[in-house]
């Protein structure tokens, strides 16, 4: 691990998206990223898909062996409001970058360029605008329907002066072998954009940033009823949803699992925490998940990178 600057100001955003709008949600975004320049960041973090949004309870008209053409204008209203990388909504976020001079993350439902096919997607930019972009390797439950399997950008890591940051997008760190792939690129700050407000989640993230001896940043959303289009053809599916949806956790812990900031709850808000960038390297006096407290010689893991 090479020497890190001291300390790492971050501004996670827990925030609702305007859902199925681009537009509206790369003006919220853009906003947030104002306010938050008030306090000089390092680094600012928003939720999984905040572009456009999390579609939770909808179904897109999906059965088992049929679809229903209402479905089929929902998802391509949703598609339409996707972004194609590196197209106007990236150069309008990478300015950003370059005006607060912070390293922004955010979650955003990405069309491929070619195919359309669409991916859950975050992208990190740096501060002179450029960025990377990691897809979510394996879709979560009913996600598969709308969303496609990672064919490239796997483990993407950004070098940064507090030492290389990753994501992994929510259920994704359900996968041990993509924890351990983000661990040997030497991660320090492990960003998880994600949409899990049950309590069990919180035991996850503990874990991992034990487990990792990073810091866990979890950026979640609000998502109340009121915030899907009320034009959508599956009005009645989301009228039966409660008036939270998703009602936020967002928090960020140490290396040791201790929070440095606790969750919080059925609000938007930005979190800003101070990082002390000296103790992923302490931590690891008595663990290293992939030096001393490792066994090559017995386990090995072999990735496939794109």
Known sequence: MKDLEPTCKIALVQAEPVMFNKSASLKKVLQYINEAASQKPNLIVFPELFIPGYPVGMNFGFSMGKRSEEG???????????????????????????KTEAYISLGFSERDAVSGTLYNSNVIFEPDGSYKVHRKLKPTGSERLVWGDANKDYFPVTETPWGPIGSMICWESYMPLARVALYQKGITIYISPNTNDNPEWQATIQHIAIEGKCFFVNADMIIRRSSYPSDLCEHNIISELPEFVCRGGSCILDPYGHYLTKPVWDEETIIYAELDMSLPAACKMEHDVIGHYARPDILELKVSEK
């Open 72 to 98: 089929r204008i929902d998802w391509k209203r949703y598609y339409d409001a996707s972004i194609v990388a590196g197209e106007t909504e990236f150069r309008q976020l990478a300015e950003a970058a370059k």
